[in-house]
Each structure stands twice: as C-alpha cells, then as structure tokens.
C-alpha cells in the first residue's frame, strides 16, 4: 500500500503506502493532520508497538500537548485514523497511475504499484513497508478497532482499483477479486523484498502476474 512517504498529502483531500518520493511534504496543514501522517510513517517503519506518541508528535513538529487534544482516545485513535488515512491515500493513488500511463492496461496498472516500492527501495533501502500490513501484524489480535481499521483500508483501496480493472474490460463480477489479487500479491512482495534485501521479489510480480491480468480483459474501454 502507498502511504505518502515524503508528499504534500498530510491530510484529507490531500494515502501505506505508499513509497514513490514526491515533493518534500510543506508545512501547510495543521498539527492533527500532521500527527495522522506522521504516524502512518512511523507506524510503516516500526510497527505500532514501537511507535510511541511522544515519537510522532517530534516528527509531525507538533506540540506534545496537542495529543490529548486532538486525540482524547490516545494511542489507539492515532493509530486507527493512521490506517484508515493510508487506505484513503492509496485508494486516490490509483487515479494517478492511471493518468500517467501511456498505454492502459492492467499489467501496465499493476507495474506501476510495484515500480513506486521499487524506486523506494533502491534509494533508500529496506526499512519501511505498508504501514496497514504492520498494524495488522501487530494488533489484529489486541485491538479490535484497529483490525476494522486495516480491513477498511484495504477495502477502501480494493474499490478504485476494481473500478479501473472494470475500465479495462475486466468483467465487473470478476474484478472485486482480481483487485484483491493484485493487492495481496504486492503485499506479500513487499514482506519478501524486505526479507531479502532486494527489488527481486517486486520485479518478479510485476512481470509474472502481468499476462495474467491483461487475460482477464475482454478489450472493451482500453482507451
């Protein structure tokens, strides 16, 4: 999942991500928007357990005190609206990719996905992964508001990619799963190129799940 590593999108109408660079994010947006963003990041480097608030308000550039403010519900809350804020980020990534690609097709879509990580990984390393992979991980069994939160997320990002799967003439019955497909499949890539320390695991996806895809579309709106 894209979560917005480095971009102007701190809040909503603005994210897992997701890597892929981007503009420095400006100082533009308030303390509780930055929180949300600063959390995700955190949260995709070390997990929710080793995220703590006093963390994430030294790297959002908020004041300590604007935490119980803005948060009453503590870590928890944070943590929840980090996720559902992710899922939100990459559902609108979509969009993106898809008014950039030069020729449409789902394989074209889904190499667009990895090639963000790839780019990611290559400079700047292996730390950071999705931060919704990490919080389900890491609370799925302890907080039953964040397991909503993380399966939200990935539904809200599973919608935009089975509408353009749709687009390309994927039969609409059929898509809901094949985004899922996709989905699962770069997740579980992203675990395995961290593992190993290398783009491997990205660029066999991209390229081996590619036909696949593009076998699934009838042709129809490939425009």
């Not at 992964?129 to 539904?155: K, L, N, Y």
Request: net charge neutral; charged share 20%; hydrophobic share 40%.
């Amino acid at each position: 999942m894209d979560a917005g590593r480095g971009t102007a999108e701190a809040g909503d109408g603005k994210g897992t991500g997701e890597g892929d660079g981007g503009a420095p994010r400006p100082r533009t947006y308030g303390p509780r928007e930055r929180m949300v963003f600063s959390a995700a990041q955190l949260i995709r480097r070390d997990g929710v357990n080793a995220t703590g608030m006093r963390e994430v308000a030294v790297h959002a550039g908020a004041p300590r005190g604007s935490l119980q403010h803005y948060f009453p519900g503590g870590k928890q809350q944070l943590v929840d609206e980090a996720v559902a804020w992710s899922g939100r980020y990459a559902a609108r990534r979509i969009g993106r990719f898809l008014a950039a690609l030069p020729e449409p097709s789902p394989s074209a879509l889904f190499a667009a996905m990895v090639g963000q990580w790839i780019r990611e990984y290559e400079t700047e390393g292996f730390g950071a992964g999705c931060p919704v992979a990490a919080a389900t991980v890491d609370c799925a069994q302890s907080a039953e508001s964040t397991r909503r939160s993380a399966a939200g997320a990935f539904a809200t990002w599973n919608a935009p990619l089975a509408d353009a799967l749709t687009g390309f003439g994927v039969p609409a019955a059929q898509a809901p799963a094949l985004a899922l497909l996709m989905i699962s499949t770069l997740e579980g890539a992203l675990l395995i190129a961290r593992a190993e320390g290398s783009t491997a695991p990205l660029e066999t996806v991209a390229r081996e799940l590619g036909p696949l895809l593009d076998g699934c579309a009838t042709g129809r709106d490939r425009t």
